[in-house]
């Protein structure tokens, strides 16, 4: 099941759990309403990717820096959809159960699959 955490009034990506695995994440939706002024991750600070979101005003830059090593081991493939047009149905399926999820991501909207 699907649910939707709050950090302080601002809502974060709703984040869909495995039902085999307790505290397995298997897939993030960032809506395009989600996305504000405010820098959002994505992505817990456990995971491969690092995605975050932000509404940027234009002509809006950033000091130059640079990413630190951080050595992250996996054994399985993750992928980040952004959806340029249109929408996709997203089913989320586990190998012991059906379907568990399904939900609608539209234009501007991420989904993070694990």
């Excluded at 830059?61 to 054994?75: A, G, W, Y």
């Excluded at 929408?87 to 991501?105: D, G, S, Y």
């Amino acid at each position: 099941m699907g649910i939707q955490l709050l950090h302080g009034d601002q809502q974060v990506p709703e984040i869909i759990y495995s039902r085999a695995e307790e505290g397995l994440v298997l897939l993030v939706i960032n809506r395009m309403w989600e996305i504000s002024e405010d820098r959002t991750d994505v992505c817990s600070e456990d995971q491969l990717l690092q995605i975050s979101t932000k509404r940027l005003s234009k002509g809006t830059t950033f000091q130059p820096h640079k990413h630190n090593v951080l050595k992250r081991d996996t054994n399985t493939t993750h992928e980040a959809w952004i959806i340029l047009k249109g929408a996709i149905v997203a089913n989320v399926w586990e190998i012991v159960e059906p379907l568990i999820h399904e939900t609608v991501v539209r234009f501007g909207e991420c989904g993070v699959v694990y």
